[in-house]
């Protein structure tokens, strides 16, 4: 069964910094892309930043403070964050586009992880 799993989230002061990561595991044949999303209590599900085929893509709101980097041969995703703020508050959910094996054929599906909760006090 393919599954995405984060760790690494937690209570951090203002200014503080996280590292979150998130493995894959599962009968997977190839990365496509694979990023990180947030979602605070009241509002919607928001892109945090990507990876895909080695270009970074980030939300305006992080830029210069995460960093998204992809250990491939380890199927881990990760995001650095730095100078972390209290409306960086949110649950983190690794996304993932995956090349499977289903039953003996190959396909590429969507994946979330469960989501880690980062909780930044000012």
């Known amino acids: 069964q393919v599954q995405l799993v984060e760790s690494g989230g937690g209570l951090v002061q203002a200014g503080g910094s996280l590292r979150l990561s998130c493995v894959a595991s599962?009968?997977?044949?190839?990365?496509?892309?694979m990023g990180w999303y947030r979602q605070a209590p009241g509002k919607q599900r928001e892109l945090v930043a990507t990876?895909?085929?080695?270009?970074?893509n980030y939300a305006d709101s992080v830029k210069g403070r995460f960093t998204i980097s992809r250990d491939n041969s380890k199927n881990t995703l990760y995001l650095q964050m730095s100078s972390l703020k209290p409306e960086d508050t949110a649950v983190y959910y690794c996304?993932?586009?995956?090349?499977?094996?289903?039953?003996?054929?190959?396909?590429?599906?969507?994946?979330w992880g469960q989501g880690t909760q980062v909780t930044v006090s000012s």
């Open positions: 996304h993932g586009i995956l090349g499977v094996y289903n039953n003996g054929a190959r396909e590429y599906t969507n994946y």
């Open positions: 599962g009968s997977i044949f190839n990365i496509n892309s």
């Open positions: 990876s895909t085929s080695g270009t970074a």
